[in-house]
């Protein structure tokens, strides 16, 4: 293969650390990773393009390109450009999604609609990329209205971390939120990218 079978997973920052995980665990030393900021969740319609970017870029250098995404909020757009470009992504609409599991997540979404969701990241920058960003530090008039019609906040852990936990629990708290904690691990995420590798190794 002219490019020794190499491959690069586009990842989102809010889940670079488990790809990574994922990658050391499968002894994959021909795949990299390129991670794009988790702000642009902020502003969704902007992934597409930034994804489109990196797997342009890189399409000489690599055999093969994963994409780890879920369609976060674009609408559909991502999967559009992924298709043009034959490129293959993480199942489902989000990351809480296939961390969760597809079955566990609608499950906990039909319990309670109004939930909000952490993951170990975003347990980590919470007051960075919820609070700074909607602005809720210079407006705190600002929180009923994004939050009001929440329930409860639902910490996916991807580790057992008591400091995770307790950063989870006062973003709970500083939401006026009910808190509750369910261990995903990695979720769907390994198999899928297991999947992926699987598909490079046959092809090599």
């Known amino acids: ?20 995980e994922i990658k050391k665990l499968g002894q994959w030393s021909q795949m990299d990773l390129q991670a794009i900021t988790a702000d642009l969740h902020s502003r969704p319609e902007k992934i597409p393009a930034a994804v489109a970017a990196r797997i342009d870029a890189a399409r000489d250098q690599y055999d093969h390109i994963f994409v780890a995404y879920g369609d976060c909020g674009t609408s559909g757009e991502l999967d559009r450009v992924l298709a043009e470009r034959d ?9 809480y999604d296939f961390l969760a599991g597809n079955a566990t997540f609608a499950q906990l979404h039909d319990e309670e609609p109004g939930t ?28 009923p209205i994004y939050f009001g019609n929440y329930k409860r906040l ?19 708290d500083r939401l006026g939120l009910s808190f509750e904690r369910l261990h995903t691990g990695m979720g769907e995420m390994v198999p899928a990218l297991d999947a992926a590798m699987r598909e490079v190794l046959w092809r090599s």
Do not use: W
């Open 87 to 95: 490129v293959q992504r993480l199942p489902g609409a989000h990351c």
């Open 116 to 143: 909000f969701y952490l993951t170990d990241f975003l347990a980590r920058h919470f007051d960075r990329l919820v609070i700074e960003i909607l602005g809720i530090d210079r407006h705190p008039e600002l929180l």
């Open 1 to 20: 293969m002219g490019k020794s079978g190499k491959v690069l997973v586009i990842t989102c920052a809010a889940i670079a650390r488990e790809v990574n």
């Open 154 to 172: 639902v910490y996916l852990a991807q580790t057992d971390d008591d400091e995770l936990t307790g950063l989870a629990r006062q973003a709970a």
